[in-house]
């Protein structure tokens, strides 16, 4: 297993099909980009209940093969490679959010590519970096979910101590933002999920 350097750069990289769905396939961590550290979804099709079993890693729970080293990350209770993200063990570590209304514009509009850093308070262990994308374009209150999951390996000293939730679970079925429908004037959106925690 590769290390990653803490504070080190961390990217989520899509692959789009035709239709604009999309699988996040890739993670850059610092120096070193892998397809082979992400448990590859089968499909680019996306899922629809945010509580279903697939909210965790989508629906391939083979272990990836490669650990390199953004959006919620998991400590794994040993190794990551046998853990399938069960258990009260998420954290948020970035969100991208509404950038402007009247239309309502994501900050994720036509992003291929998502960067954040690991806090350098995040205790040293094995983690899945997981990444969701809650596509809301269908304006029915059904959203189109994407989710990956990438293994990765934290070191240094951090000594933080997050509060932690389950997936499924943190996000309810009827949570505003997941059934919003943006062509009907919002003005107001909260990403759902935790609170995002820099350390
Ligand atoms: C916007 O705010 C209102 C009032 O607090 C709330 O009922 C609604 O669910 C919010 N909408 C979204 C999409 O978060």
């Known amino acids: 297993m590769k290390v990653a350097a803490l504070v080190s750069c961390l990217v989520f990289v899509l692959a789009q099909s035709a239709l604009g769905h999309y699988i996040f396939k890739v993670l850059v961590a610092g120096d070193t980009t892998s397809g082979k550290a992400v448990r590859q979804p089968p499909t680019v099709e996306p899922f629809h209940d945010i509580t279903s079993a697939a909210a965790t890693c989508n629906v391939n729970t083979a272990p990836a093969t490669e ?6 990350f998991g400590k ?7 853990w399938d993200g069960s258990g009260q063990a998420w954290f948020k570590i970035a969100e991208w959010g509404v950038a402007s ?4 514009k994501f900050k994720s509009y036509q992003l291929s590519e998502f960067d954040t850093t690991v806090p350098e308070n995040t205790p040293p262990g094995e983690y899945l ?3 969701e994308q809650i ?7 059904v959203p189109e979910i994407f989710v990956s999951c990438a293994q990765i ?11 932690k939730v389950s997936i ?3 996000i309810k079925a009827n949570d505003p933002g997941v059934i919003a ?6 003005t107001n959106y909260t990403v759902p999920g935790p609170k995002v925690w820099r350390g």
């Open 135 to 141: 596509a809301l374009h269908l304006g029915t209150g």
């Open 67 to 72: 650990a390199p080293s953004p959006s919620t």
């Open 181 to 186: 429908n943006i062509y009907n004037g919002m």
């Open 76 to 82: 794994a209770p040993s190794k990551v490679a046998d």
């Open 153 to 163: 390996k934290v070191t240094g000293s951090g000594t933080g101590n997050p509060a």
């Open 168 to 170: 499924p679970g943190y």
């Open 101 to 104: 209304y009247n239309p309502v």
């Open 129 to 131: 970096a997981r990444i």
